[in-house]
Structures are given as structure tokens and as C-alpha cells.
């Protein structure tokens, strides 16, 4: 089976499955793994103008979702070329991929009617069946299924881990953008949950909205993680640093004790895909540090 991945999550669920060598082409974003992606053609790029900075980024988003324009643009002459059986892309987030609806009409366009699976997730669990999701469609059942134990296995024994520890769960206000400051959703609250804290302003399985500094301010947070969307560790501490701090900062108990930790988002939260588990991981090192 020929499969072209739209999407990261969909690139790393594919080759997490065992299924590296039917990929035939990813999205210009799909950077992990790395030997694997390095030389498949890129099927999707990007409308929004290099350079800017959050803030200039979240502008023009905004803008070009009022007027109706997608944020990514679909490279058909590539992807009519690679003649892929299984097309996957999503319809979760307007700003995360090509939109679903584009993708289906390029899809009716593309010789040999490839078939075309969306992805959804709105919480892990759904993560899991998105891996049962595609193990079927690629033919390859029972791989999803043992993946899934494997993955579940693994967060049974993070939670031991934190029941073990006991004692208090920090308070944590997970930042999936910047400037303005918007509040994480979907599985991130979870995420906290399982590695032993309480997220004061994300909600589970809903999507992520923009708060203010005054709002995270009556939070109190113990804990701030940056975890801007498609940005690693080190991109998103140089955009943490050139902002200057709200009034309210001083306000916030993670700020006062340097509880502010820039995470790769790519790897451990943006992405709806295997590696979120390594997320629980992290975060549970990051909450208690005692338990490393």
C-alpha cells in the first residue's frame, strides 16, 4: 500500500505501526522520524509568510480565516504523481492542516480513488482508536492493536508512579501560544492530570481558546509550560525571552519561584500521536522533581 501523510501525528502514527517503507510523501511539517521523512517529497506548504513572531503569526491566522483562505496549500501535481492508495489527513484543528474538505476534493481528482481516513482525536483515548484507525485502513490490524496495549501499558505505569508519590498536585497552566497567550485543550489537560497535576485553565478534550494575563493571573499556576504549537523546546524559550512580562507577572506563583519550563511541543504535546505518552513522562519529571 502507497500511503501520503497530510499531517505529523499521521507520519508518526504510520511509522510507529511499522509501515515507514509505504510512505510515498508527507507534509512539509513532518519532521519526525527524521531518517525516515528526510527524502519523501512534500506534499502540502504553508501560506503563512516566514519570519514573524507570534503575535504577527496569530494576526495573520486570524485574518486569513475570516476571509475564508486556508492556512496550507495542497501540492497536487506532487501528490497525483506518488498515485497514493490511503490518504490521511484531519479535521480537528482549522489551523493544523489542509482543511479536511479541500483534501476531498482533491482526492475525487487523483487517479486510482485513493481512500481517504481523517483523524479527529479530541482526548487519548481517541488517539488510541485514531491508531486502531489507521492500522485497518493500512491493512495491518493487529500491529494497532498491539501498539495500543503497549502505549496504554505505559500510562498505567506513569500513574503508579505518580500514586506513589503522593502528596500535592501542582497547579499548572499549560501556553499553546504565546502572544497573545492561549490556553492549551484537548488531550494536554489530560496529560497533566496523568503526570500528577491540575491544569487551572485548559479544558479536556475541548479546543484551546486565548486567555488573558489577568485570567492566568487568578489562576495562581504553580507551573507554566510552554508549549507553543510547532515550535521545539529551544524556539519556544527564544520567543518566551524577547516577550516582555505582563504587569501581572509577579503575581503568579510560578513566576516568582522559576517554575517556567519550555517543553518540545512537537514531540511531547501538539502532535496527537504515539508520542504523547513520552509527554506523561516528561511532565511527570518536570511536576515532581523529587521522583528523578
Given at each position: 500500500?502507497?500511503?501520503?501523510?497530510?499531517?505529523p501525528s499521521?507520519?508518526e502514527?504510520?511509522?510507529?505501526?511499522?509501515?515507514?517503507?509505504?510512505?510515498?510523501?508527507v507534509?512539509?511539517?513532518?519532521?519526525?522520524p527524521?531518517d525516515?521523512?528526510?527524502d519523501?517529497?512534500?506534499?502540502?506548504?504553508s501560506?503563512?509568510?516566514?519570519?514573524?513572531?507570534?503575535?504577527?503569526?496569530?494576526?495573520?491566522?486570524?485574518a486569513?480565516?475570516?476571509r475564508?483562505?486556508?492556512l496550507?496549500l495542497l501540492?497536487?501535481e506532487?501528490?497525483?504523481?506518488?498515485?497514493?492508495?490511503?490518504?490521511?489527513t484531519?479535521?480537528l484543528?482549522?489551523v493544523?492542516a489542509?482543511?479536511f474538505?479541500?483534501?476531498?476534493?482533491a482526492?475525487?481528482?487523483l487517479?486510482?480513488n485513493?481512500?481517504?481516513i481523517?483523524l479527529t482525536?479530541?482526548?487519548?483515548?481517541s488517539i488510541?482508536d485514531?491508531?486502531?484507525?489507521?492500522?485497518?485502513?493500512?491493512g495491518v490490524?493487529?500491529?494497532?492493536e498491539r501498539?495500543v496495549a503497549?502505549?496504554?501499558?505505559?500510562?498505567?505505569r506513569?500513574?503508579e508512579?505518580?500514586r506513589?508519590l503522593?502528596?500535592?498536585?501542582p497547579?499548572v497552566?499549560a501556553?499553546e501560544w504565546?502572544?497573545?497567550?492561549f490556553?492549551a485543550g484537548?488531550w494536554?489537560?489530560?496529560?497533566?492530570?496523568?503526570a500528577?497535576g491540575?491544569?487551572?485553565l485548559?479544558?479536556?478534550?475541548?479546543?484551546?481558546?486565548?486567555?488573558?494575563?489577568a485570567?492566568?493571573?487568578?489562576?495562581?499556576?504553580?507551573?507554566?509550560?510552554?508549549?507553543?504549537?510547532?515550535?521545539?523546546?529551544?524556539?519556544?524559550q527564544?520567543e518566551?525571552?524577547?516577550?516582555?512580562k505582563?504587569?501581572?507577572?509577579?503575581r503568579?506563583p510560578?513566576?516568582?519561584?522559576g517554575?517556567?519550563?519550555?517543553?518540545?511541543?512537537?514531540?511531547?504535546?501538539?502532535?496527537?500521536a504515539p508520542r504523547?505518552?513520552?509527554g506523561?513522562?516528561?511532565?511527570?519529571?518536570?511536576?515532581?522533581?523529587e521522583?528523578?
Amino acid at each position: 500500500m502507497r500511503i501520503a501523510s497530510l499531517l505529523p501525528s499521521a507520519t508518526e502514527i504510520v511509522c510507529a505501526l511499522g509501515l515507514a517503507d509505504q510512505l510515498v510523501g508527507v507534509s512539509h511539517e513532518c519532521d519526525y522520524p527524521p531518517d525516515v521523512v528526510a527524502d519523501l517529497p512534500r506534499l502540502t506548504r504553508s501560506a503563512i509568510p516566514p519570519g514573524l513572531t507570534p503575535a504577527e503569526i496569530d494576526a495573520e491566522v486570524s485574518a486569513r480565516l475570516r476571509r475564508g483562505e486556508s492556512l496550507y496549500l495542497l501540492e497536487e501535481e506532487t501528490l497525483a504523481a506518488l498515485q497514493p492508495d490511503l490518504l490521511i489527513t484531519q479535521e480537528l484543528c482549522d489551523v493544523c492542516a489542509v482543511a479536511f474538505g479541500a483534501v476531498c476534493e482533491a482526492a475525487i481528482r487523483l487517479p486510482g480513488n485513493p481512500k481517504v481516513i481523517s483523524l479527529t482525536p479530541p482526548n487519548l483515548a481517541s488517539i488510541f482508536d485514531d491508531i486502531r484507525i489507521v492500522a485497518e485502513a493500512a491493512g495491518v490490524p493487529e500491529r494497532g492493536e498491539r501498539l495500543v496495549a503497549h502505549l496504554r501499558a505505559r500510562l498505567d505505569r506513569a500513574a503508579e508512579r505518580v500514586r506513589a508519590l503522593g502528596g500535592p498536585r501542582p497547579r499548572v497552566f499549560a501556553m499553546e501560544w504565546l502572544d497573545p497567550p492561549f490556553c492549551a485543550g484537548h488531550w494536554v489537560p489530560e496529560m497533566i492530570a496523568l503526570a500528577g497535576g491540575e491544569e487551572v485553565l485548559g479544558r479536556a478534550g475541548e479546543p484551546s481558546f486565548r486567555v488573558t494575563w489577568a485570567q492566568i493571573a487568578a489562576a495562581q499556576p504553580e507551573v507554566i509550560l510552554l508549549i507553543p504549537c510547532g515550535y521545539n523546546a529551544e524556539e519556544a524559550q527564544r520567543e518566551w525571552d524577547a516577550l516582555p512580562k505582563p504587569a501581572e507577572w509577579e503575581r503568579i506563583p510560578a513566576a516568582r519561584t522559576g517554575r517556567v519550563y519550555a517543553l518540545d511541543a512537537n514531540s511531547y504535546c501538539s502532535r496527537p500521536a504515539p508520542r504523547v505518552v513520552d509527554g506523561v513522562e516528561e511532565l511527570i519529571r518536570l511536576l515532581h522533581p523529587e521522583a528523578a
